[in-house]
Nanobody, 121 residues
Framework: VQLQASGGGLVQAGGSLRLSCVRSGRTFSNHAVGWFRQAPGKDREFVSALNWSGVQDYAGSVEGRFTISRDDRDNTVSLQMTSLKPEDTAVYYC????????????????WGQGTQVTVSS
């Protein structure tokens, strides 16, 4: 299973970006999708997740600013990020596991390659 994350870039504080995670050749049915991020020198941390039935979960630091969604027409899970802050700067990864979402990156079995998000102050 191959995941492709895209949509990162450089944006000013207060701006928005939309990240996409595509699962090559397959849908996300029966799968949970998580977004994680890793800043230089820090551990990979949970950002948001969507379980197989559409229940959303968000880290407190992004609650109200980020929105996760799934579009089965094009096998994509998106992370809409608004009101970005410099502390959101990191490489963002998407990952999948069966059914239930988790905040633990070790619970996910397939990972995308990551996309860089840089927020300038």
């Amino acid at each position: 299973v191959q995941l492709q994350a895209s949509g990162g870039g450089l944006v000013q504080a207060g701006g928005s970006l939309r990240l996409s995670c595509v699962r090559s050749g397959r849908t996300f049915s029966n799968h949970a999708v998580g977004w994680f991020r890793q800043a230089p020198g820090k551990d990979r941390e949970f950002v948001s997740a969507l379980n197989w039935s559409g229940v959303q979960d968000y880290a407190g630091s992004v609650e109200g600013r980020f929105t996760i969604s799934r579009d089965d027409r094009d096998n994509t899970v998106s992370l809409q990020m608004t009101s970005l802050k410099p502390e959101d700067t990191a490489v963002y990864y998407c990952a999948t596991r069966l059914y239930r979402s988790s905040r633990n990156p070790g619970d996910y079995v397939s990972w995308g390659q990551g996309t860089q998000v840089t927020v300038s102050s």
